[in-house]
């Protein structure tokens, strides 16, 4: 009878997925929430309920009319995806050099690198946009893309060289055995050892860089080069003009990620799990 009952006995993962799903409930709130305001009239859309009917796509009509949304979703896309080539560029170059070639220096470099980390973005912000002004990059793609690649190489080394550490090194023996270069041993040896670093690092970055709002308020001011980010400003203010539109931009701004994570949370999730039994 008493083993019966064991066996009966809900076991401590059932626990965990319930507690999962409690966590989950509560942290989609938010984002519900946002969908349901946009999707709300003007006159419910201070109601605090979490559902309204009816619903109505006028904010997305009105947001779509008042905005060039191609051309700000471009100008995002550009400076993302430059942004994120430069850093895994840069980062697996340096990690490179660092764990397998063992340069000099490299180490007194690195650790400068991770000091980096520890300066708040708001506290550079006005001289960052005083140095680009003097370079004539205010309201450029490259304004963006170089301060956003200088930003995030430093993290993108601490994942990446973590992996080439755990690399075996035999591979790199063989490979100068046969004659490999090393730019030839880079390409075909380690980087295929550190693929799932390089899809975190670039998954990562490109949500970092499509989301950032405080460098591209400071750097576009013109509507030519304006990213996404920026446009919820104009529905936004002392007294909330436009709840229902900005609302709406933001559903806009989000769906991208939603996609992009739907089509690679399987190489997201590899990237993580290499990295949790590495060594």
């Not at 709130?29 to 009239?41: D, G, K, Q, T």
């Not at 990690?95 to 490299?106: D, E």
């Not at 950032?212 to 203010?237: N, R």
């Amino acid at each position: 009878m008493t083993a019966q009952l064991r066996l009966r006995r809900p076991s401590f993962g059932f626990y965990a997925k319930i507690i999962l799903l409690v966590s989950l409930a509560l942290w989609m709130i938010p984002e519900v929430y946002m969908v349901s305001v946009s999707l709300r009239p003007a006159d419910k859309s201070f109601d605090p309920s979490l559902f309204v009917l009816p619903i109505t796509f006028d904010n997305f009509t009105t947001v779509i009319h008042d905005n060039p949304l191609l051309k700000f979703f471009w100008n995002s896309l550009v400076i993302t995806i430059g942004t994120v080539l430069m850093v895994l560029a840069a980062a697996s170059t340096f990690a490179y050099a660092a764990s397998i070639l063992r340069l000099n220096k490299t180490t007194l470099i690195y650790t400068i690198l991770l000091t980096t980390l520890m300066v708040p973005v708001a506290s550079i912000v006005l001289p960052l946009g005083i140095m680009l002004h003097s370079f004539g990059w205010i309201n450029s793609y490259q304004g963006l893309i170089l301060p956003y690649a200088a930003l995030g190489i430093p993290y993108a080394i601490v994942i990446i060289k973590a992996f080439m550490d755990d690399s075996p090194r035999d591979l790199f023996d063989a490979a100068m055995i046969d004659g490999c270069t090393t730019l030839q041993m880079f390409l075909h040896v380690a980087l295929p050892l550190v693929k799932p670093a390089l899809i975190f690092v670039g998954i990562w970055q490109f949500i970092v860089t499509w989301n950032e709002f405080f460098l591209a308020l400071v750097v576009l001011t013109d509507s030519e080069h304006k990213t996404v980010t920026l446009i919820p400003m104009q529905y936004s203010g002392m007294y909330m003009a436009n709840p229902g539109a900005l609302f709406a931009i933001l559903v806009i701004i989000a769906l991208p990620l939603v996609l992009l994570y739907i089509l690679v949370q399987r190489y997201f999730i590899a990237g993580l799990l290499s990295g949790a039994v590495k060594g």
